[in-house]
């Protein structure tokens, strides 16, 4: 029953406080609270081995005792001594026995250890446990990853990590189920079960119990296969105790060749509207395994090359997109500033925030999993330093540039395709820089070991981050209307830890730079608008 104790404890802190989920460096404050309880632990196991081995001592000399005995127990009783230490033992020992084992205070002293610590250290909260759920689940689809490669550490072929338990496993199904994401669910269960059929107790009858219990949610979702194959396993094993479950494999069976498609897996259809079962979507997908790329013909055309300064080593260009005009510019901060920039944003990192339709208040949502904080340019020489960069290469006026924003994503962190400029509805009441987005800059403050690219589903292009390199794009048309071509998403980040500083250059003051066409040229972006 111990391992079911310990899927007890799971279940009760997924539903045991600040957001961690969303960024990897709000992680490693857990990962300290786990230190922190697992020296806890250790030390109360430590003071029970001690409290254990004294009693063990004492079970070991009456054992001795009636070792001896076992010659000749009549000799052995007719000994005063013996019979003393007999009538002492069982008069008084076995009291103060039972009073040690009553006042062993290791126990009291663990937990309440563990309550003060409650009071001080960091803890996930129930969001935090859906957002990782949501977040291996968007990794295996949108990756395509193999449910049980994912659970024994391996992404996209390469092992990371330790596997995953039969327990992490369930408790990741059970999850899903109650999100209502059910086509996910099947395979976590399945892999659960798996996991479970493996382990030494596997065939006692509490593990299959338990397999029992899990019938039951393959036949409420309607997925009549694995709810079939989990009741031959259990009868297979226990064929004489289990005889209920004859009936329940008789009806299976009949539901299975019926062809009967009933249940939450067939009652749950996405709305028409559900963007996530849009074209769109799903060549955002695409492009993120890099299944789609830009054509030779587009490839052939563009150029690398170096964008000369006076004082330093020029840049190096490299051109991903002529229209609309995207290009990487590799090297332009130091690997120094970048970890300065990082270490200046933690302490500051707040849940990215985005703006909604029609509105100037920027809000969180799902499609974006990161965690941010905005910053001026003079708070630090590395933030000028960036500035000048931007301002040399883009050859903007930067002083219409809003605040520097740094965020770091967190677990599967990712950002769904969206445009960075305005539409025609957007509120400029209470903004301060009353004009459009211009460009874009996003400087890349880290490597990332998989996944985590920028894509452009329309163009189709997939930028690899690159640690202190730069990509830039105009989000409008000469004519300053927006260009759909340049909707943009940061994919989910399969491996690694994901630093971007956002840099966003309006329209302000850029007519002598970028002046505006006389005539509007925005119709070849048009078909993007509503790609759906």
């Known amino acids: 029953m111990k391992y079911l104790s310990i899927l007890a404890f799971v279940l009760h802190l997924a539903i045991s406080s600040a957001e961690y989920f969303s960024s990897t460096s709000s992680l490693e404050q857990l990962l300290r609270t786990e230190v922190i309880l697992l020296s806890e632990l250790q030390n109360y196991v430590n003071e029970i081995k001690e409290h254990a081995e004294i009693l063990q001592s004492e079970i070991d000399a009456i054992k001795a005792e009636h070792l001896s005995a076992s010659d000749s127990i009549e000799g052995y009783l007719n000994n005063p001594v013996n019979a003393f230490r007999l009538i002492k033992r069982l008069h008084s020992d076995w009291e103060t026995f039972e009073s040690n084992v009553e006042n062993e205070a290791s126990r009291i002293n663990y937990l309440e250890a563990i309550a003060g610590h409650r009071e001080n250290l960091s803890y996930p909260t129930r969001e935090d446990f859906v957002g990782t759920a949501l977040a291996l689940t968007r990794l295996q689809q949108t990756y395509q990853l193999d449910v049980a490669e994912l659970a024994s550490g391996m992404l996209n072929g390469v092992k990371y990590g330790a596997p995953m338990s039969w327990q992490d496993c369930f408790v990741l199904g059970q999850h899903l189920y109650q999100l209502r994401d059910y086509n996910s669910t099947v395979p976590w269960l399945q892999q659960s079960m798996q996991l479970l059929a493996q382990q030494n107790y596997a065939e006692e009858s509490a593990s299959l119990d338990f397999m029992e219990a899990v019938v039951s949610y393959h036949q409420a979702m309607g997925d009549y296969q694995n709810a079939l194959n989990l009741v031959n396993h259990v009868l297979s094993v226990q064929p004489e105790q289990r005889l209920h479950l004859l009936e329940t ?62 004082t330093y080593l020029p840049y190096k260009l490299e051109e991903l997109h002529l229209d609309p005009y995207v290009v990487q510019v590799h090297g332009v901060i130091s690997t120094k500033d970048t970890i300065e920039l990082q270490n200046l944003a933690r302490p500051a990192l707040q849940r990215s925030q985005v703006y909604t339709l029609g509105g100037s208040d920027p809000t969180s949502a799902n499609f974006r999993t990161s965690k941010g904080s905005s910053f001026p340019y003079e708070m630090h020489p590395a933030m000028q330093r960036l500035k000048q960069h931007m301002s040399f290469i883009s050859q903007l006026d930067m002083n219409s540039a809003e605040l520097l924003q740094i965020a770091n994503y967190g677990i599967g962190g990712h950002y769904e395709p969206h445009m960075d400029s305005f539409d025609e509805s957007h509120d400029y009441t209470s903004d301060v820089d009353s004009t459009n987005r211009l460009a874009t800059g996003i400087v890349y403050l880290s490597d990332v070991e998989a996944g985590g690219g920028t894509a452009f589903p329309f163009l189709p292009l997939l930028v690899t981050p690159e640690r202190g ?47 505006c066409n006389l005539e509007r040229n925005h119709e070849i972006s048009l078909p993007y608008k509503d790609y759906n």
């Not at 979507?281 to 006076?310: A, K, N």
């Open 249 to 310: 494999r008789f009806q299976l069976e009949q539901l299975i060749t019926d062809g009967v498609k009933r249940g939450l897996m067939h009652e749950v259809i996405r709305s028409p509207g559900d963007y996530h079962a849009s074209r769109e979507y799903q060549l955002y997908q695409q492009v993120c395994r890099e299944e789609l790329t830009p054509t030779p013909s587009v490839q052939r055309e563009l150029r690398c090359r170096l964008l000369g300064r006076s």
């Open 469 to 515: 390199s730069l990509l830039f794009w105009y989000n409008l048309h000469a004519s300053g209307d927006q260009d759909y071509r340049t909707k943009h998403a940061g994919c989910p980040v399969l491996h690694g830890s994901k630093w971007i500083a956002n840099v966003w250059i309006r329209l302000k003051n850029q007519d002598l730079v970028r002046p």
